[in-house]
């Protein structure tokens, strides 16, 4: 299975401002894209979507820390997973978890969604 991924990568002009107002709670910050679909080759149409916002906070206090992201007026990814931005981690822990701490333990709403920019690619998946 190919190892790049369809969706939206975080501008450093969104990255930043968004890294001051939530800091990272672990030493490993990603905030780098959000997922559309994993496994694409390098010739997948673009998603249409350019920008998001950032609606809530998914931590379950052992080292994965998510940001949910609404894309097209909702959170729910096409797989059954849900739209987010892995955050920070904490040692042994990987980016794909954030899919697991947001399942069982679900998120927190922040008190004010961000309207973030997101630019539509196909990239290398972070480990």
Same mark, same amino acid.
């Given at each position: 299975m190919s190892k790049l991924v369809l969706g939206w990568l975080l501008p450093v002009a969104e990255r930043d401002p968004l890294l001051a107002l939530i800091p990272p709670r672990y030493p490993r910050v990603m905030a780098h894209h959000v997922t559309l679909k994993p496994g694409v080759q390098r010739d997948h149409a673009l998603p249409r979507q350019t920008e998001g916002r950032v609606v809530g906070l998914a931590d379950d206090e052992k080292g994965v820390?998510?940001?949910?992201?609404?894309?097209?007026? /909702? /959170?729910d990814r096409p797989d059954g997973s849900t739209y987010h931005i892995t955050? $920070?981690?904490g040692p042994? *822990?990987?980016?794909?978890? $954030?899919?697991?701490?947001?399942?069982? *333990?679900g998120w927190s709403p922040l008190p004010e969604p961000q309207h973030i920019a997101?630019?539509?690619a196909v990239f290398g998946s972070q480990r």
């Open positions: 820390q998510a940001l949910v992201v609404e894309i097209g007026g /909702t /959170t955050w $920070s981690l042994g *822990r990987d980016p794909v978890e $954030s899919n697991d701490v947001i399942r069982e *333990r997101l630019r539509p």
